[in-house]
């Protein structure tokens, strides 16, 4: 099943689509940091440094060297976003036109869109309606729906805006309702990170230069929710712990599990309950600024790289990348892997596709 990832950072998004049985053909992305790991991640998908907005159907083919059966992606959020400005003149936000385009142009069997929740607002839904106008002749379409990541079982309370599309000739319209079969009991912090406590040091990777490398160490049975994350050989990555002042160390140790440290706004995580949304931050062209992360509802630092992708629900064989700050860029970029998959197989059951299948539901569709 030939899919097309359109903006695919890190790969959440790809994560859920291969977990669900699809096949991740070509990903296309303009920022060399934030998929500076998705070929070491995704080693049989072709990755394209490349501007969408000049990016074609045509090329894409090419490249796919093929027919597309899906194209999915989250285009940058940053001006729609009710945690920044929401500046009407960000350019990124002419990408969410820019996708809508280009599955004109393909024209695949389905579209999975993603983005923030701030995209419905009034001021923002205009943008996205004129964008929804390129495939509504071709296409059955949802109406956007915010999901929380932790309704499907993510360890994280994360609000995202999904439309999907099927196309009209199919005659198989894919409904909200088509996901009450994937939903589930989030994970708690408790479930997501307790088997990482205490790890051992290992030297760093000989095969992924500059990447710190842990082996999990603690005795018991992992939670289901860790069961189905951790690697077999129990190693992973990025979980080097932030060296923070004295004073910064004492100041954590006050601020009790649930509530926030009200310098720094950092909250603390309670063992009981669910992260709240990881932001992402800027890169180096927006100043460079590092998203507040929560503090560790037992240690007193703020969480690590792995602890962070735990509670996103990333599987620990995923790679990030070297420094701390950029591999927060690319989580808090990032889809949950865990909602991927659910919003994947529902799509999948729609169609009533079995892996391999794709293909004959696109030669009946031709006929």
Not at 52 to 75: K, M, Q, W
Not at 301 to 314: K, S
Request: proline fraction near 7%; charged fraction near 25%.
């Amino acid at each position: 099943m030939k899919l097309v990832e359109l903006f695919c950072g890190t790969g959440g998004f790809s994560r859920g689509a291969h977990a669900a049985g699809f096949n991740v053909t070509c990903a296309y992305d303009i920022d060399p940091i934030l998929t500076s790991s998705y070929r070491l991640n995704f080693p049989a998908t072709k990755l394209y440094l490349r501007d969408i907005s000049s990016l074609t159907g045509a090329e894409i083919e090419r490249d796919v060297a093929g027919e597309v059966f899906g194209v999915f992606g989250g285009p940058p959020c940053q001006g729609f976003s009710d945690m920044g400005r929401r500046d009407i003149s960000d350019p990124r936000r002419d990408l969410l036109g820019h996708f809508f385009r280009v599955v004109s142009e393909l024209q695949p069997c389905f579209f999975i869109m993603e983005n923030v929740r701030g995209l419905s607002y009034p001021d923002a839904l205009p943008v996205l309606n004129d964008a929804l106008d390129q495939v509504r002749k071709d296409y059955d379409l949802t109406e956007p729906w915010i999901w929380n990541a932790a309704d499907f079982g993510a360890a994280t309370n994360r609000n995202r805006l999904f439309v999907v599309g099927v196309r009209k000739d199919l005659r198989t319209p894919f409904l909200w309702e088509d996901l009450d079969a994937f939903r589930r009991t989030a994970a708690t912090v408790q479930q997501a990170l307790a088997d990482l406590d205490r790890p051992e040091r290992l030297p760093d990777c000989e095969s992924h230069p500059g990447f710190d490398q842990w082996k999990i160490t603690k005795r018991g049975p992992p939670s289901d929710y860790a069961r189905g994350i951790r690697s077999r050989d129990r190693k992973f990555t990025g979980h080097l712990p932030t060296a923070h002042t004295e004073k910064v160390v004492e100041r954590f140790a006050k601020v009790r599990p649930g509530r926030m440290d009200t310098i720094g706004r950092h909250p603390r995580l309670k063992l009981t309950g669910q992260c709240p949304t990881l932001r992402a931050g800027t890169g180096s062209d927006k100043g460079s600024y590092q998203a507040v992360r929560p503090i560790h509802p037992i240690f007193h630092r703020v969480i690590t790289v792995r602890e962070g992708a735990r509670l996103q629900g990333f599987p620990d064989n995923h790679l990030f990348h070297p420094t701390i700050w950029h591999s927060f860029r690319m989580i808090g970029n990032s889809v949950s892997p865990v909602m991927a998959e659910a919003i994947f197989s529902a799509v999948r059951d729609r169609l009533g596709l079995e892996v391999g299948e794709a293909v004959n539901v696109m030669a009946e569709a031709a006929e």
